[in-house]
């Protein structure tokens, strides 16, 4: 039984469009993970929580969508297999950690934007990379 409940034609389209949105995810965050990495005068701890972000959506869109791109396509063993790897892998436990991530990295980087623009003079770095650690 279709997860959809559209026509055939439909069930392509939204499987090629969650496709194409995937790969452009996964290499956009690459790209910028490789950036911050690479160069040294990124690596400033906003970055660092850009790159934590970059992972989460990263993490997010490989354990998430092809939930909705293969659904046709595979089927869950059954039993105690299908089991675990559904509640580790395509059930969500692992694409929700990424997905909670990257809702307290938009968080803590709302936060550090907020005391950037209301304290602008006091202390140019006020997310250290220790406070950034805790």
Not at 64 to 79: A, C, D, N, R, V
Request: charged residues 15%.
């Amino acid at each position: 039984m279709s997860v959809y409940r559209n026509s055939d034609s439909a069930e392509v389209v939204l499987i090629v469009v969650h496709s194409v949105l995937v790969i452009v995810n996964i290499a956009g965050n690459v790209l910028v993970c490789v950036i911050i990495v690479k160069n040294r005068e990124m690596r400033t701890s906003l970055n660092y929580l850009v790159l934590n972000l970059a992972v989460a959506d990263i993490t997010t869109a490989v354990f998430l969508s092809p939930k909705y791109i293969f659904s046709h396509f595979i089927t869950h063993p059954e039993g105690a297999a299908g089991t675990a790897l559904c509640i580790a892998l395509t059930g969500g436990i692992t694409g929700w950690v990424g997905a909670a991530t990257g809702v307290f990295c938009l968080v803590a980087i709302a936060v550090e934007r907020y005391y950037a623009v209301v304290y602008p003079f006091e202390n140019m770095e006020a997310l250290s990379k220790r406070k950034l650690k805790v």
